[in-house]
């Protein structure tokens, strides 16, 4: 195989935070439900909130930086291993920080 292959990945941590909150919790909500209406509705009386679509999701996550490069197309098999090599000649990873995920690769010409 020729070619090679752009990688991109970030940095998995032991504190990283994820969570789905879906709208309607959010909605029923009575802290986050009088501050939307004083926010969009000063002054406005008898006023309900609602949504079309209650299954929706909001994502509470960790922002990540991504890193990227790139390896040859018959490394493919390698390439977490690749990640990590690249994460330590970096000096990405520290304490609670010691780990990868492949977020996205492509081949190029």
């Given at each position: 195989m020729q070619?090679k292959?752009?990688?991109?990945?970030?940095l998995?941590?032991?504190?990283?935070?994820?969570?789905e909150?879906?709208?309607k919790?959010?909605?029923?909500?009575e802290?986050?439900?009088?501050?939307?209406?004083?926010?969009?509705?000063?002054?406005?009386?008898?006023i309900?909130l609602?949504?079309h679509?209650?299954?929706?999701?909001?994502?509470i996550?960790?922002?990540?930086?991504?890193y990227?490069?790139?390896a040859?197309?018959?490394?493919?098999?390698?390439?977490?291993?690749?990640?990590e090599?690249?994460?330590?000649?970096?000096?990405l990873?520290?304490?609670?920080?010691?780990a990868?995920?492949?977020?996205?690769?492509?081949t190029?010409?």
């Amino acid at each position: 195989m020729q070619g090679k292959i752009n990688v991109t990945y970030k940095l998995i941590c032991d504190n990283d935070t994820y969570q789905e909150v879906s709208l309607k919790e959010i909605l029923e909500n009575e802290k986050i439900s009088k501050l939307l209406k004083s926010e969009f509705a000063k002054g406005v009386r008898n006023i309900e909130l609602s949504s079309h679509d209650l299954e929706s999701h909001i994502i509470i996550s960790t922002q990540k930086e991504f890193y990227h490069f790139e390896a040859q197309k018959k490394d493919f098999a390698d390439l977490i291993e690749l990640a990590e090599e690249d994460a330590k000649k970096r000096k990405l990873f520290k304490k609670g920080c010691e780990a990868i995920e492949i977020i996205n690769f492509k081949t190029l010409d």
